[in-house]
């Protein structure tokens, strides 16, 4: 065995040595780059084996000697200059199973993931590498490795390796379930709020603080309160707003307490202190909630966990989930809902908001966890039973144990002294509190003992000589032939009833009466479509199916004395679950089961496992082989931290990672290692296990794997079996860092079941055939996707979208030994097929496949699809800084996935995102949208002023820097480059700005660039590495505009004289670089609005008119060669027609208006022709003081009436990219000072990282007079709205309105109906004050004049918004609706009068999408407590609005006196001109 001397080196320290192994070629000569080498210490066979790959070899290295990077031999305990053993392996035999990853800071889409695992397959990994995929630009790390079985350290990713991906910063919802459990004491005599806010959440934050996640959370209080109230007449009047009916009739009204929404901390200890305050009074505050004087309320009780509301919150979650894809940041990926409860795990829900529940999660692909800090019950949970809405007839209770939510149970490690038993059921309450506590029997709760343990059957049983196991034995198990009598054809009107057999039975205490003609048979609908049905009363013909259920109901154990087998029980068609043996129940293996399984890994048994299970007792023989990887090995990691119930901790040792030994198994093969960071006194992770579990299965072990078609009903991998032994722990991992979806998933229906269950459809794309058609009609021609681009491109959108490529293990028969793709299935006979995709979502399959230049897409959809279920749900909710719990509604909807328009996606990317087939609201496309605000000094002054009115109005000092800075931008967004933008030198060659375009002539042009400026002058548009300097220039000669002054035109110049100069090479206005589909000398009307203002003595002639003129003599044109299109002011692109046609750098323009604006953004300068007039000074009348009020924004003035425009937007501009990158810019068609002004990019081909690339870009270029933020699509946020987040709403600030003297009316002396318009000028003139700018909207409704008319407005810092809304004189609500609801709740107060409101006021929110830290940074210096910037303007504004201080009426006075100074002054004007007359 030959030895190698061990060196190590330091990566980019020396350039021949970057890599983790550098070994010399002539040491071994039948070695290749690419191969897997494993390295050992020749004394320890069992010690540590490190895998790595070889990647270049060296010959400086020496003979017999390797050098590792000094990092990894540390993390491996490689002690440098040792000798080691060094043996080339076989990748096949080191192949990992699973490997996790885990990222932070940034968005990974699933598309992305998919292209980082084809990148990973074939390399060498282990534990803590660092992995940088430049292409994509994503950064990531290994976490932890599965091979065989068992945690290995290094191993190699293959085709067949499951990747996890983990994001440590994700958005987390976290919602603590105030029932009213959390007010009881638990065993140690903690309250269960004390249990789940000092004990779980304290640990969890510092998980987060070990693992450094930046996660952003929203922190949700919530609970139901019921009423004990018979009918709605009880309750007053403004109470019946948001009350609900349950299916018992009982009154309630859910409650949300928003304590954090979407905060990012380093150290959460204060949400901890915010929470326990919020404690105190919760529960008083929501039961006294609706407490007036003088006013009788039904008496109100907080409900038990049991009852609360559990689905309904989970829901609430994922309408903002579902809706990523709008507010999309580029700093975090992955959604994860966590619900604490104090209860045990079981809900009472009803059957179709489960439905509901179970497909939007699924389907979505969030991740959702259930934590309880009660005791684990001796049953299997999570526990859904259904609620049973058939009181009349007797009917069995109907369970679900749902595999889509993630449990775990958190216990403390307190102990008591004088016992170590813990108990897992909590005792009865006896008397009249049981209808407070359990909310089940009210009505029988005041009645005596004896009935209170009648009424709540489910939980208690009482003692009686009743034979209950003959009794479950009937009740769990398939229906006997004999049992399908006439009764069974009976069906109920009711489908939804579900039938309770022991419910009837136990009240009454009736058993000895009943007889198979008092219990009608029903049918009834099932409570999973999963659940594998046992003998119905169609087949009854057929023998029960007796292989997974205890024996039939005519067997001998039945006959014993029970009074129950003399009348056969008769049930509806298959076996109800049994929560205390759910292993029984097998069901039929379906996509949903399988969407999750691939983040498990495999126990040594090859049964995925989950690592917060474990077992407390060995199990008995029979299921030895099933439990081994839940065995506890109790010493693994008792380390000084809080392990639940001895159970393992994990995170309690490294600051990087947790702590990753699992329960039940050490290393595999190559040796593993959990940290960089090792303590000497963990016990030795690195040895190597003498015994593998990876022997032989036992034969009698119920072992389910992926290939079967059955699964177990109970636990998320649907592989492991229930059994009373198993404990459920903390699943810490997912909790810190939530695995994202798999993009791989195992299941696929067999032929006989596509056949029967599905319907298929399928069409051809031929994409070389489109794109040659679509490329020529292009403005910018661009090289088209080829056929292979296209086929990758349609998968990673189904990816995007939520699919997942189905990776089958066995290939059938019919595939023969056909090269394929990386999640393959080949159905065709090889010789056709290139490449072929299977990918599936909920019950759609859709299969891609390849051959030659054609790409087939075979859809399966479900032949007999779920009803699309909707559930209109009202709740209150209270977020932060509001003042009251306000009402709103939301829908949960199921969405339709079969009816997603792929055909029209699939066109999309063919023709490279051609107008033909634009990106439609149905499409879910990716969008961030943006304002470009003005940068103002005077926010910083905000902090030392006592107050925020401190803006001044609008000032021409700056706006021609701001229009100068925004002319920069959007030159870099058109990724264009006018010709004097640099310091020009003789015989610069312009930039080539298209990517795919080369057709520049030779550097002497006809337009020769401008000659080096002048020493002192500074360059018109600065690049960017002059930028800085350029800042700093304060004092510039006005003349300045960077333009060479060479020439005064005088008063008399001749149109001719002034287009001849403006055409000059060197003085003339500035032309673009050569470009394609721009013709050559091109230029933009801005810069020769000032070009000539700088040459015209202010005489008669305005720059505007002249360039009309120019026009109309066809000098200039439109760029597009459009000659109907008239000169317009802004960035607006004209080229000048009278040019030699023969030079050879000539390019004639396009001809084409509508591909011309398709590719180039053009906007309108409005509100800033004194820039390039002078034009005179007007006294400055406030607009609601004028006889005639200035329209409120530029839509009603500009030449155009569209407020957007869309343009084609080149995404990978650094060329970074292994995918063709494209997208859309939708923008503002105006820009006028003063103005928000709106840019979204919009994408579906594209990657996160490289979208935030080009966007941080632009920021960077906007940087010195105006910045860019980002703003969420729906900023108001407002309750009832579709789109809404439904724990977001806007503050209303109302506005007082009588502090005139004598309590007169404003606007008193203008007529009646300018009032309202008057009204909303005012209000626009105090949000001016406090530094608010107007967004211009589309308009929302284009019929309805008397609709209230709605107008925005965001804050110059970006962080909140405003909202006025107007109401028209003769207002009247006509969709009670959402309108009513809408306005009414948010504006005018709490009242369902839909007449005209009588408050005015503000909807105030604020801007989430400013990332938190940045938020925090802007605190208050000198104030007492550091006080927030945002909260003190929202302080000071509502003091303002209430007139404290008399600053309203001030601020009034000072108005109308301004009024009657320009009255006076237009007095004296008007008295002076006369006297000139008379003169």
């Given at each position: 065995m030959k030895l190698y001397k061990l060196n190590t080196h330091t990566r980019g320290c020396n350039k021949s040595y970057d890599a983790d192994l550098v070994m010399n070629l002539k040491d071994h000569p039948n070695a290749n780059v690419g191969d897997v080498v494993e390295i050992y210490a020749p004394d320890e066979e069992n010690g540590t084996h490190l895998l790595l790959q070889i990647t270049e070899f060296n010959g400086s290295c020496g003979r017999d000697v390797i050098s590792i990077e000094s990092g990894i031999a540390n993390a491996f305990k490689m002690r440098p200059y040792s000798n080691v053993v060094m043996r080339i392996v076989n990748p096949a035999d080191v192949a990992l199973d699973s490997i996790e990853i885990t990222f932070k800071d940034q968005y990974m889409g699933r598309s992305e993931m998919w292209r980082l695992k084809t990148y990973l397959t074939d390399t060498c990994v282990y534990v803590n590498k660092k992995i940088d995929y430049n292409d994509m630009q994503i950064r990531c790390q290994v976490y932890e490795m599965w091979s065989q079985g068992e945690r290995v350290a290094s191993g190699v990713i293959t085709e067949d390796t499951k990747i996890v991906f983990r994001s440590s910063t994700s958005m987390v919802y976290l919602f603590l379930q105030m029932s009213s459990e959390m007010w009881d004491f638990d065993i140690h005599g903690d309250l269960y709020f004390e249990k789940a806010v000092n004990g779980f959440l304290t640990e969890l934050f510092q998980k987060w603080r070990k693992l450094s996640c930046n996660h952003e959370v929203t922190v949700v209080l919530f609970s139901r309160t019921f009423y004990a109230a018979k009918t709605l007449d009880e309750f007053p009047e403004h109470m019946r707003d948001c009350l609900q009916q349950d299916y018992k009739g009982r009154f309630y009204e859910d409650f949300y307490r928003v304590a954090i929404q979407n905060e990012r901390c380093d150290d959460w200890c204060t949400v901890l202190?915010?929470?326990?305050?919020?404690?105190?009074?919760?529960?008083?505050?929501?039961?006294?909630?609706?407490?007036?004087?003088?006013?009788?309320?039904?008496?109100?009780?907080?409900?038990?966990?049991?009852?609360?509301?559990?689905?309904?919150?989970?829901?609430?979650?994922?309408?903002?989930?579902?809706?990523?894809?709008?507010?999309?940041?580029?700093?975090?990926?992955?959604?994860?809902?966590?619900?604490?409860?104090?209860?045990?795990?079981?809900?009472?829900?009803?059957?179709?908001?489960?439905?509901?529940?179970?497909?939007?999660?699924?389907?979505?692909?969030?991740?959702?966890?259930?934590?309880?800090?009660?005791?684990?019950?001796?049953?299997?949970?999570?526990?859904?039973?259904?609620?049973?809405?058939?009181?009349?007839?007797?009917?069995?209770?109907?369970?679900?144990?749902?595999?889509?939510?993630?449990?775990?149970?958190?216990?403390?490690?307190?102990?008591?002294?004088?016992?170590?038993?813990?108990?897992?059921?909590?005792?009865?309450?006896?008397?009249?509190?049981?209808?407070?506590?359990?909310?089940?029997?009210?009505?029988?709760?005041?009645?005596?003992?004896?009935?209170?343990?009648?009424?709540?059957?489910?939980?208690?049983?009482?003692?009686?000589?009743?034979?209950?196991?003959?009794?479950?034995?009937?009740?769990?198990?398939?229906?006997?032939?004999?049992?399908?009598?006439?009764?069974?054809?009976?069906?109920?009107?009711?489908?939804?009833?579900?039938?309770?057999?022991?419910?009837?039975?136990?009240?009454?205490?009736?058993?000895?009466?009943?007889?198979?003609?008092?219990?009608?048979?029903?049918?009834?609908?099932?409570?999973?479509?999963?659940?594998?049905?046992?003998?119905?009363?169609?087949?009854a013909a057929l023998q029960p199916d007796t292989t997974n259920l205890s024996e039939s109901l005519a067997s001998e154990k039945n006959s014993r004395r029970t009074i129950v087998s003399i009348a056969p029980i008769v049930r509806p068609g298959r076996a109800l679950i049994n929560p205390f043996d759910p292993s029984q129940v097998t069901i039929k293996l379906t996509s949903n089961r399988r969407r999750w399984t691939h983040i498990f890994p495999k126990g040594p048994t090859g049964v995925l496992i989950q690592q917060h299970h474990y077992q407390a007792v060995p199990a008995k023989a029979p299921q030895a082989g099933q439990q081994k990887p839940l065995q506890q090995i109790q010493n693994n990691c008792q380390t000084g931290s809080n392990n639940n119930n001895e159970q393992e901790d994990y995170g309690c040792e490294s600051a990087e990672q947790y702590d990753r030994v699992s329960s039940h198994s050490l290393l595999s093969k190559s040796a593993s290692s959990q940290s960089f960071v090792m303590g000497d006194e963990k016990m030795d992770f690195f040895k190597r296990r003498q015994s593998s579990l990876m022997n032989a299965q036992p034969a009698n072990v119920p072992n389910l794997t992926a290939t079967q078609a059955k699964s177990y009903l109970w636990g998320a991998t649907g592989e492991q079996e229930w059994t009373p032994a198993i404990t459920t722990g903390v699943d810490w991992k997912s909790l810190t860092i939530p695995a994202c979806l798999p993009i791989t998933t195992d299941y696929f229906p067999d032929k006989r079941s596509l056949n029967n269950d599905y319907v298929i459809s399928d069409y051809t794309l031929l994409p070389d055939d489109v794109n040659h058609d679509y490329a020529q009609s292009r403005a910018v021609y661009r090289k088209p996707l080829s056929t292979e681009e296209v086929c990758k491109e349609i998968v990673s959108q189904r990816l995007a979208q939520g699919f997942q490529l189905i990776v089958v293990d066995e290939k059938p028969p019919s595939a023969g030994g056909c090269s394929s793709g990386s999640a393959v299935l080949p159905v065709k006979p090889p010789c056709e097929i290139n490449k072929e995709y299977l990918l599936s979502i909920g019950r759609i399959f859709h299969k891609i496949s390849l051959s030659g230049s054609v790409i087939t897409v075979t859809g399966y959809r479900p032949r007999h699809p779920y009803p699309p279920i909707n559930v209109d749900y009202r709740y209150r909710f209270h977020a932060p800084q509001h003042e009251t719990y306000e009402i709103s509604g939301v829908n949960f909807t199921t969405e339709k996935l079969e009816n997603f328009n792929w055909n029209h996606m699939d066109l999309y990317i063919c023709t490279r995102g051609d107008v033909d087939y634009p990106l439609m609201e149905s499409l879910k496309y990716w969008r961030y949208r943006m304002y470009l605000l003005p940068r103002e000094n005077i926010v910083t002054k905000i902090a030392s002023c006592q107050r925020c009115d401190i803006f001044p109005d609008v000032t021409a000092d700056n706006t021609r820097e701001q229009v100068e800075d925004f002319v920069r931008l959007i030159e870099a967004v058109s990724k264009l480059k006018r010709q004097y933008a640099r310091k020009a030198r003789q015989h610069d060659t312009p930039r080539i700005t298209e990517k795919h375009h080369n057709q520049l002539n030779s550097p002497q042009q006809s337009i020769n660039v401008r000659p080096k400026l002048e020493n002192g002058r500074i360059p018109r548009i600065f690049p960017a590495t002059d930028a800085v300097a350029a800042a700093g220039i304060a004092a510039r000669d006005d003349q300045d505009d960077g333009f060479h002054v060479d020439i005064q035109f005088s008063p008399n110049a001749t149109l001719a004289e002034i287009f001849e100069a403006m055409k000059h090479p060197v003085n003339g206005v500035g032309f673009f670089s050569q470009t394609q589909s721009l013709p050559s000398c091109t230029f933009l009307s801005y810069d020769a609005?000032?070009?000539?203002?700088?040459?015209?003595?202010?005489?008669?002639?305005?720059?505007?008119?002249?360039?009309?003129?120019?026009?109309?003599?066809?000098?200039?044109?439109?760029?597009?060669?459009?000659?109907?299109?008239?000169?317009?002011?802004?960035?607006?692109?004209?080229?000048?027609?009278?040019?030699?046609?023969?030079?050879?750098?000539?390019?004639?323009?396009?001809?084409?208006?509508?591909?011309?604006?398709?590719?180039?953004?053009?906007?309108?300068?409005?509100?800033?022709?004194?820039?390039?007039?002078?034009?005179?000074?007007?006294?400055?009348?406030?607009?609601?003081?004028?006889?005639?009020?200035?329209?409120?924004?530029?839509?009603?003035?500009?030449?155009?009436?569209?407020?957007?425009?869309?343009?084609?937007?080149?995404?990978?501009?650094?060329?970074?990219?292994?995918?063709?990158?494209?997208?859309?810019?939708?923008?503002?068609?105006?820009?006028?000072?003063?103005?928000?002004?709106?840019?979204?990019?919009?994408?579906?081909?594209?990657?996160?990282?490289?979208?935030?690339?080009?966007?941080?870009?632009?920021?960077?270029?906007?940087?010195?007079?105006?910045?860019?933020?980002?703003?969420?699509?729906?900023?108001?946020?407002?309750?009832?709205?579709?789109?809404?987040?439904?724990?977001?709403?806007?503050?209303?600030?109302?506005?007082?309105?009588?502090?005139?003297?004598?309590?007169?009316?404003?606007?008193?002396?203008?007529?009646?109906?300018?009032?309202?318009?008057?009204?909303?000028?005012?209000?626009?003139?105090?949000?001016?004050?406090?530094?608010?700018?107007?967004?211009?909207?589309?308009?929302?409704?284009?019929?309805?004049?008397?609709?209230?008319?709605?107008?925005?407005?965001?804050?110059?810092?970006?962080?909140?918004?405003?909202?006025?809304?107007?109401?028209?004189?003769?207002?009247?609500?006509?969709?009670?609706i959402l309108q009513e609801a809408n306005v009414t709740r948010c504006v005018y107060g709490h009242t369902n009068n839909t007449n005209v409101p009588k408050k005015v006021g503000f909807l105030w929110a604020w801007n989430h999408m400013i990332p938190n830290k940045k938020w925090k940074a802007q605190t208050i210096n000198n104030s007492a407590d550091g006080e927030l910037f945002q909260l003190k303007m929202l302080k000071d504004f509502r003091e303002f609005c209430s007139n404290s201080d008399q600053r309203l009426s001030t601020f009034w006075a000072q108005s109308q006196e301004l009024k009657r100074r320009a009255q006076k002054f237009e007095n004296n004007n008007n008295n002076t001109e006369e006297v000139k007359i008379r003169a």
């Open positions: 202190g915010q929470l326990r305050k919020l404690f105190t009074s919760y529960q008083a505050t929501v039961l006294r909630y609706h407490e007036r004087e003088n006013m009788k309320i039904p008496p109100a009780t907080n409900s038990s966990a049991t009852q609360g509301n559990f689905l309904e919150v989970l829901n609430i979650s994922l309408n903002t989930f579902e809706k990523h894809y709008l507010d999309r940041t580029f700093d975090r990926t992955g959604q994860l809902s966590v619900v604490i409860t104090p209860g045990v795990g079981v809900f009472s829900v009803d059957r179709e908001l489960t439905n509901i529940t179970k497909q939007r999660i699924i389907d979505n692909g969030v991740g959702s966890d259930l934590v309880c800090v009660g005791e684990q019950p001796l049953h299997a949970v999570p526990l859904l039973k259904f609620h049973n809405k058939d009181t009349t007839l007797t009917s069995a209770d109907d369970y679900s144990l749902p595999h889509w939510i993630n449990l775990s149970f958190y216990s403390t490690n307190k102990k008591i002294a004088y016992s170590s038993f813990i108990p897992r059921i909590k005792l009865p309450l006896f008397g009249s509190q049981l209808t407070l506590h359990d909310g089940v029997g009210e009505g029988e709760g005041e009645e005596n003992e004896r009935h209170f343990l009648s009424c709540n059957q489910s939980e208690y049983k009482h003692n009686s000589l009743f034979d209950y196991d003959a009794y479950d034995e009937q009740i769990f198990q398939p229906l006997p032939a004999q049992s399908t009598c006439s009764l069974q054809r009976v069906v109920r009107a009711k489908k939804t009833s579900v039938p309770s057999l022991e419910t009837y039975a136990y009240r009454n205490n009736d058993w000895e009466n009943l007889t198979p003609t008092q219990i009608p048979a029903m049918r009834r609908k099932m409570s999973d479509p999963d659940i594998h049905h046992g003998t119905s009363a169609m087949l609005l000032m070009w000539l203002k700088t040459r015209l003595n202010n005489g008669r002639h305005h720059p505007l008119d002249l360039l009309e003129a120019m026009r109309k003599e066809r000098m200039i044109c439109h760029a597009s060669g459009d000659w109907k299109k008239p000169v317009v002011p802004g960035f607006v692109f004209y080229y000048v027609v009278q040019q030699d046609k023969n030079a050879k750098d000539y390019a004639p323009p396009l001809g084409d208006y509508s591909a011309f604006v398709n590719e180039w953004l053009e906007i309108e300068f409005q509100g800033c022709s004194f820039l390039w007039h002078d034009e005179p000074v007007t006294t400055p009348v406030p607009n609601f003081l004028r006889d005639c009020p200035a329209p409120q924004s530029w839509t009603e003035t500009c030449s155009n009436k569209r407020v957007y425009r869309q343009s084609h937007l080149e995404i990978d501009v650094n060329q970074k990219s292994d995918r063709m990158e494209w997208g859309h810019v939708k923008h503002h068609t105006v820009l006028q000072p003063r103005f928000a002004f709106e840019i979204v990019v919009e994408w579906v081909t594209s990657s996160g990282p490289i979208v935030a690339d080009l966007i941080g870009g632009w920021m960077r270029k906007a940087n010195q007079f105006n910045f860019l933020v980002s703003v969420p699509a729906d900023p108001m946020a407002e309750p009832f709205t579709k789109k809404s987040d439904p724990l977001r709403g806007p503050i209303f600030i109302p506005l007082c309105t009588t502090f005139l003297p004598n309590g007169a009316a404003l606007f008193e002396e203008f007529p009646e109906d300018s009032r309202s318009d008057r009204m909303l000028f005012l209000q626009e003139a105090i949000l001016a004050k406090f530094g608010f700018l107007p967004c211009v909207l589309e308009k929302k409704f284009s019929v309805g004049k008397d609709l209230p008319k709605e107008y925005q407005y965001v804050h110059c810092t970006g962080n909140m918004f405003a909202l006025i809304r107007c109401a028209t004189n003769n207002y009247q609500v006509e969709s009670p």
